[in-house]
C-alpha cells in the first residue's frame, strides 16, 4: 500500500487502540479519563465488549483483577454489577484471602451497556476498521493504516487483538477462518512477524448453546445466588438507571443493591457420554492431528477430560442462562470440537438434555500470540518503542486477565504520550502486577490463567481491600476519579480509627484487638458498638486482625527483598562478561533481559547461584 493511497484522518491521537474486547475497552476508557485523545478501532462496532464465551466475570482470583480493575477507575465491575442476573461470592466458607465474587450477567446488556459507556467517553473516538499495517519510524510507531487505506496518526498504539489472529474454527473435520462464530479474522500476523515479533500459536473453545424450553429441568439440581448479591464495584451505589436505558437491569435503591437473580443449574455426565467420546475420539480435530495449537490447561475440553481422567465416573456440567429476555443457556464444562452429530448424541445423554435442540454448536478456535517474554514490564513492546500489546494477545485466558492487561497498557499509554515514567505494579500490591510479572519473565506456552495460588503474597492482596491498595496510586496519575479517592481515604480511616479502638479497649486481660486474633473469635464476639460498623469495614478490620502475624512476616520479606529488587540492570548489559553464569541461564538473560535483580530471580531456569554471579558482578562495578 503505497503512501500516495492513504486517507490520512485529520486528527493527531495520543493514544490508538486496536480491538474492542475486554483488554481494548479498559485501555480506551483509562487512556481517556486520564485526558490522552484516544481512538478505538475495531473490525466490527456491533461486538464492542462482547463476551464471546460464557457471560459470566469473575471467579477466583479473576474476581481479585477484577476489582482491581475497579479500584483503578476501570469500567469492567460497574458494568458487570448493572448487568448482571446471578451474584455469588466463591469460597465463602474459606479465609478471606481466597474469596472471590463470581456474576452471570446478561450477555446483551452487558455489551450495548459497555458500547453505551464508551460512546459517551469524553476524548475518545470508535473507529470501524480492520487493522492492515503499523507505520514505524527509527523504531517508533508513528500510525495505523487500516485494510481501506485509511492512516490514523498517534503518538502510542495498544494492540488487543483476541483470538483474531490468522484465526481458524474447528467443528470436527469442518473448520472456517474467524475468531468467533459469525465474525471474520484479521492476517495481522504477518505484519508483525515483519515487524520482528515472534508469533506462535494457541487454542481455545467453547460449548454448544441450548434452547431453554428443550430442557427438563425436573432432572437437574439447582443453584440459586447468594443473598444479599456481592457486588464488584466500590461505586455499585452510582449506578443509576436513565428513563430511555434498557440496559441497565440493577440498580441501588432503598439502601440496597437490587438484582432479579436467575438460577443456574447442575447436572452430570454419564457413562454413557463417556462411550460416545471414545468412541469418536478420531473425528476429533483435537486428537487426530489437525489443531496444532496449544489448549487452556485448565479449561479444557470434555474430550480432555474423558481421556485424561478415565477413572472419574462423571464430570460435573453447569447450564447458565446468557440473559433476562433470552432462551440460550450455556453448556459449562462441556467445551467441545467434536462434529456436529456426535454433539448431538453426546449432550442428549446428559440427565435432563435428553431432547436437547442447538442453537449453536461448540468449537474451537486456533489463533496466533505473541509470547509475552517480548514486552517490558509496561507492557509496552521491546522490538518497537510506543507498541503496547494486552490480552490474549499475549497468551492469557479469560475476560479479567484481558481486561487488568488492557488498562494497565492504556494507564501507561495515557502516560508515555505525557511525557511520564511507567506505572509497573508490583508483586506485593495487585494481582495485576503478579499476572505481568508472570507474563513478562516467564513467557507461557498454554493460556494463562490467573489463580490465588499464584501471588506469594495474597495475604495481603484480598478482594475486599483493592480500593486500599490502588485507587489513590491511580488517583496520582489521572484515573481514579475524585469521588473514588475520597471514598478510600474515607473507608482508610474509619479502619485506622477502629484499629486503635480495639487496641485501647480490654477483655479478659487483654485487648480486644489480640481477642479478636483467636481463631474461635468472630466479629460478632464483639460489644455491640463494634455491630454498628459497615459491613466492608468490619470484614476489613476482622481480616487484618487475624492475618496481622502472617501479613507482618510477608512485610519483613518484602523488605529484605526490596533492595535487589530495586537494583537495576542496564538494559543493554552482556552478560557474557558475568563469569559463573550457567548456559541456560544466560541465554534467558539475554532472551528476557530483565530490568531488576528481583525479576531475574524469578525468571524460570535462573537459580539462586546466578542470582549470586550476578550480585558479584554488581559489588565489583
Avoid at 483483577?65 to 465491575?77: H, P, Q, S
Avoid at 474459606?94 to 446483551?108: E, L, M
Avoid at 432503598?254 to 454419564?270: K, M, N, Y
Avoid at 497498557?409 to 505494579?425: F, S, T, V
Wanted: charged share 25%; aromatic share 8%; glycine share 8%.
Amino acid at each position: 500500500m503505497s503512501t500516495a493511497s492513504y486517507f490520512t484522518f485529520p486528527k493527531n491521537y495520543d493514544v490508538i487502540v486496536i480491538g474492542a474486547g475486554h483488554a481494548g475497552v479498559e485501555a480506551a476508557l483509562a487512556s481517556a479519563r486520564m485526558g490522552a485523545e484516544t481512538a478505538l478501532l475495531t473490525m466490527n462496532l456491533d461486538s464492542v465488549g462482547q463476551m464471546s464465551c460464557n457471560p459470566a466475570i469473575g471467579g477466583l482470583a479473576k474476581g481479585h483483577i477484577v476489582r482491581e480493575v475497579d479500584a483503578l477507575g476501570g469500567e469492567m465491575a460497574l458494568n458487570t454489577d448493572a448487568t448482571a442476573i446471578q451474584m455469588r461470592m466463591l469460597n465463602s466458607s474459606k479465609g478471606p484471602s481466597v474469596r472471590g465474587p463470581r456474576a452471570q450477567c446478561d450477555k446483551k446488556a452487558y455489551q450495548f451497556r459497555m458500547k453505551f459507556a464508551l460512546e459517551n467517553q469524553p476524548h475518545l473516538d470508535l473507529k470501524q476498521g480492520q487493522l492492515a499495517q503499523l507505520i514505524v519510524e527509527d523504531g517508533e510507531v508513528r500510525a495505523v493504516v487500516t485494510n481501506l487505506g485509511v492512516r490514523l496518526n498517534g503518538r502510542k498504539v495498544v494492540i488487543t487483538t483476541g483470538t483474531f489472529l490468522k484465526a481458524l474454527m474447528h467443528v470436527g473435520d469442518r473448520n472456517v477462518a474467524g475468531g468467533r462464530m459469525g465474525d471474520g479474522t484479521s492476517g495481522f500476523s504477518e505484519e508483525l512477524r515483519r515487524l520482528g515479533f515472534q508469533v506462535e500459536r494457541l487454542k481455545t473453545g467453547t460449548p454448544p448453546r441450548l434452547n431453554k424450553r428443550s430442557i427438563d429441568f425436573t432432572k437437574l439440581e439447582p443453584q440459586h445466588g447468594d443473598n444479599p448479591p456481592p457486588n464488584f464495584s466500590f461505586l455499585v451505589d452510582t449506578i443509576e438507571k436513565r428513563p430511555d436505558d434498557m440496559f441497565t437491569l440493577n440498580q441501588w435503591k432503598d439502601g440496597l443493591f437490587h438484582v432479579e437473580q436467575l438460577p443456574c443449574w447442575i447436572t452430570h455426565t454419564t457413562d454413557t457420554t463417556a462411550q460416545i467420546i471414545r468412541k469418536n475420539l478420531s473425528r476429533s480435530p483435537l486428537y487426530c492431528g489437525v489443531i496444532q495449537g496449544v489448549g487452556p490447561r485448565y479449561c479444557p475440553s470434555i474430550e480432555d477430560k474423558i481421556v485424561k481422567f478415565p477413572d472419574k465416573e462423571r464430570h460435573q456440567i453447569f447450564l447458565e442462562p446468557e440473559g433476562r429476555h433470552t432462551n440460550e443457556y450455556y453448556v459449562n464444562g462441556c467445551s467441545t470440537s467434536l462434529p456436529f452429530d456426535v454433539q448431538v448424541e453426546m449432550i442428549r445423554s446428559i440427565p435432563g438434555l435428553g431432547a436437547a435442540e442447538f442453537l449453536r454448536p461448540g468449537y474451537a478456535v486456533e489463533y496466533d500470540y505473541c509470547p509475552p517474554t517480548q514486552l517490558w514490564p509496561s507492557l509496552e513492546t521491546k522490538p518497537v518503542r510506543g507498541l503496547y500489546f494486552a490480552g490474549q494477545l499475549n497468551g492469557t485466558s479469560g475476560y479479567e486477565e484481558a481486561a487488568g492487561q488492557g488498562i494497565l497498557a492504556g494507564i501507561n499509554a495515557a502516560l508515555a504520550a505525557r511525557g511520564a515514567d511507567p506505572w509497573k505494579p508490583q508483586r506485593h500490591e495487585s494481582y495485576i502486577g503478579v499476572m505481568i510479572d508472570d507474563l513478562v519473565t516467564k513467557g507461557t506456552r498454554e493460556p494463562y490463567r490467573m489463580f490465588t495460588s499464584r501471588a506469594e503474597y495474597r495475604l495481603l492482596l484480598r478482594q475486599d481491600n483493592a480500593d486500599l491498595r490502588l485507587t489513590e496510586r491511580a488517583g496520582e496519575f489521572g484515573l481514579a476519579s475524585a469521588e473514588r479517592v475520597r471514598r478510600t481515604k474515607e473507608k482508610r480511616a474509619l479502619i485506622d480509627q477502629c484499629r486503635a479502638k480495639l487496641a485501647g479497649s480490654r477483655k479478659e486481660g487483654k485487648s480486644l484487638e489480640d481477642w479478636l486474633r483467636r481463631p474461635e473469635v468472630t466479629w460478632n464476639d464483639l460489644p455491640e458498638e463494634f455491630q454498628r460498623l459497615p459491613g466492608e469495614i468490619a470484614e476489613a478490620v476482622e481480616a487484618d486482625v487475624k492475618y496481622s502475624g502472617y501479613v507482618a512476616r510477608d512485610l519483613e520479606r518484602i523488605a529484605t527483598l526490596k533492595d535487589m529488587e530495586g537494583k537495576n540492570i542496564p538494559e543493554n548489559f552482556n552478560y557474557d562478561t558475568v563469569v559463573g553464569l550457567k548456559k541456560e541461564a544466560r541465554l534467558k538473560l539475554q532472551e528476557i533481559r530483565p530490568r531488576t535483580f528481583g525479576q531475574a530471580a524469578r525468571i524460570s531456569g535462573v537459580n539462586p547461584s546466578d542470582i549470586s554471579a550476578l550480585a558479584v558482578w554488581a559489588m565489583r562495578k
